[in-house]
């Protein structure tokens, strides 16, 4: 089930943020800085905080935030420098995208000028859903899919980098059951990775355009 994010005002703990919670587990492939990796999960906050943020106990602050909305306590939590509000969802034939995007400090991947030397916070999370289930190999392939077409969105607009030093994402798909059909890939040129490159491609470049 594709839901569209809460966007909630700033409170004590964050500068705003956006929540989706989902009325059956989903599994969730992330990079996010808590509860990353694979997993199943029922609910995801993406929170602002401060360009000076310097807790250590992310988990300890995830799990406050959503405590204080009525959500599980151990939500996968993705976090940005970004203005939360200026989020911009963007659907393609099925898939769902919501992206919070901070360009501060663009960075090149390959840089061998040391760009990991002089770091300043910006972010670009990227959350994408799908209605199909994805193997894991399909997941991983979704993430490349993803991230080469938010970098597209990126030089096309004239942003000098690929991304940020801190971006983020999450791919998320129903949990596979028993019956159910399964997704084994996830490229550009596959059927749903191609879906999902477009709905990337137009929610980065909606937030890009809402600053100019």
């Known amino acids: ?11 004590t703990g964050h500068r705003g943020l956006l929540s989706w ?3 059956q587990p989903v599994t969730v492939l992330s990079s996010a800085a808590v509860g990353g990796g694979l997993r199943e999960a029922t609910s995801m906050i993406n929170f602002g905080v401060p360009l000076d943020y310097a807790r250590m106990d992310l988990d300890v602050h995830a799990s406050e935030i959503a405590k204080s909305l009525g959500m599980a306590d151990d939500p996968v939590a993705l976090l940005t420098a970004a203005d939360v509000s200026r989020y911009q969802n963007a659907e393609f034939e ?6 919070t995007v901070g360009v501060t400090k663009p960075t090149w991947a390959a840089d061998r000028a040391g760009g990991w030397m002089d770091y300043h916070p910006g972010t670009i999370n990227i959350v994408v859903q799908l209605p199909v289930v994805l193997s894991e190999s399909a997941l ?9 077409a938010k970098t597209q969105a990126l030089v096309e607009f004239g942003v000098p980098g690929t991304g940020t030093a801190s971006d983020a994402v999450a791919i998320v798909c129903p949990t596979a059951r028993a019956g159910h059909d399964v997704e084994v890939f996830a490229g550009p040129r ?3 990775g191609s879906r999902l490159a ?11 355009r809402s600053y100019s």
């Open 21 to 23: 919670v989902w009325p």
């Open 140 to 148: 991983v392939n979704a993430v490349m899919t993803l991230t080469e």
């Open 190 to 192: 596959s059927l749903w």
């Open 1 to 11: 089930m594709l839901i569209t994010p809460t966007l909630h005002p700033p409170a």
């Open 94 to 99: 099925g898939v769902l995208v919501t992206s």
């Open 198 to 208: 477009i709905a990337v491609y137009d929610s980065v470049l909606k937030v890009l």
